[in-house]
């Protein structure tokens, strides 16, 4: 299972908001070369650490490649540019965020690419939206499911899950 995030807090140039900046590139995943399997809703979410920078859209797909890791994190990161990411300090409000999550289990430590995600088990923005698609995935490291890992997260870190009526919705506790 080849597993990516997709946050974005401010609409890249050409897009009325964050969220229809994250609809975009997954939509421009397949035109370079990877299929998107399934999909979770979209998450309103606060940005981690808190901070006053505009609350994420997030989300997760779960995709298909021949590529390897570092080909797909490559895609990956020049989609990132297309859509007007700039990469400066850590944590601060972006137009588009994609990180690759997992690739098949494959565990990597290597300077350009760790995996899995060194931070995704403790993110209730990126297991609240995995657990909508792969409920039972396991954890390459710790081994514990996706509801295993959401189960243990400390309360803290608002999340709200956007659904069709309710698209810019305000933060609620999902804890």
Do not use: K
Not at 5 to 31: K, M
């Amino acid at each position: 299972m080849i597993l990516v995030a997709i946050g974005s807090n401010l609409p890249a140039p050409g897009f009325a908001s964050p969220q229809d900046t994250a609809e975009a590139a997954v939509a421009e995943l397949p035109r370079i070369g990877i299929a998107v399997i399934a999909r979770s809703p979209w998450y309103l979410s606060e940005p981690v650490p808190a901070s006053d920078q505009p609350w994420f859209v997030n989300g997760v797909a779960m995709v298909s490649t021949d590529l390897s890791p570092e080909a797909l994190l490559a895609r990956l990161l020049a989609l990132e540019t297309r859509f007007g990411r700039e990469r400066g300090a850590r944590n601060t409000a972006r137009s588009l965020d994609l990180d690759l999550l997992d690739y098949d289990g494959h565990q990597s430590s290597a300077p350009t690419l760790t995996l899995p995600h060194p931070r995704l088990h403790e993110r209730r923005f990126v297991l609240a939206p995995l657990c909508d698609i792969a409920p039972d995935w396991r954890h390459p490291r710790l081994g514990l499911s996706t509801v295993e890992l959401l189960a243990r997260l400390p309360v803290g870190q608002p999340i709200r899950r956007l659904g069709d009526a309710d698209q810019r919705g305000g933060p609620e506790r999902l804890e």
